[in-house]
């Protein structure tokens, strides 16, 4: 069995942001010259989030509803931000968007549908910040 | 290390509907010959679901909650809808209930615990859509 | 490639809380001797979650905004509970915060970011339930 670990750093100029990295994951997996195996992708924050979807108007559509479902605002509502945080929505935001996405590698390409692509979704942006990247197969 | 690959086709007659695939994903464990790894199940569409809970009434709640949380109606209330499309909400439903899951193999048997059933969860039906099943392991 | 299986029980006294299962895990993991791989650790009952976060507050407001967006009331707004079960809520909640989580294995140790910790969600307690942890790799 092969494994390769890898860092991405992203830092998101506002609040809330999402980025395509099917790139970056790609580039991953011809570097780790696995042929058969899985890709475990993750935020290693947990106020961001990994996920597979598309483009095309749904980040606009996903930024407006994941606002309806958990708020930013009042700051107060929350326990968390009781010890000077004000990010408890993003926590939140994070778990109905989910933490990580498992693909499948397939003749050394990620094994994916027509519209599959993999986002980093940034809740509480403004700096740096890591997704790790692990191939294990052969 | 081994592994195996195999796309289930679905196509539901209406806009939304759940189906049990356990007994596929059971017959791809049985072919695979696998004894010890993990079972990746994934939508390979990105208004679709694949997801571990159960039946008995559920599959009514699961609808009418999903509808509550990200309507389908009106569909002018997402911007992805403004190129011509009306499935906006098909892809914050599956953000809800998940793209993928990875169940343990033991013993050549999906490790599950007692009411643990997986379904494939369609919020945009009436054509033929792809679930991804990659087994690795030895 | 190796394999590693151990069921962890747990018994919440309320309907609904959550636990701290890291030191569990990492337990779990030093057991197996894994060096490089990936751990799943999932939910073995419907009706409960295995997520990954943090504390400080955040236990009370997932709590909160968990039955604001599916509340455990009125029990008779569910057809799952038209069986007599009370418990159609906990199958919604956990639908919200996941299943399961699948964690990097690397140079032994849990591959984590810095606040990064796995937790135990229960909705439907007073009973003792079961999580599953599966490691694979060498």
Redesign the interface.
Known sequence: ?K?Y?KELWFEIPARRGFINITPEVRSCLAESGIQ???V?V?????TASV????E???H???DK?LEK??PHEPTSG??????GEDN?DA??K???????????V?KGKL??????QIFYGEFDGRRRK?V?V?I???
Do not use: C, Q
Request: a negative charge; charged letters at 25%; zero cysteines.
């Open positions: 069995m494994s670990r058969e195996g899985l475990l993750n935020a290693m924050h947990i996920f597979i979807n598309d095309s108007g749904l606009h559509d996903f509803w479902l958990a929350y326990r968390h931000n009781d010890s408890a926590h939140l994070r778990s109905v968007m989910g933490r990580e996405v498992v693909v499948a397939t094994d994916f549908g027509p519209w599959e890591r790790l692990k294990i197969g052969e």
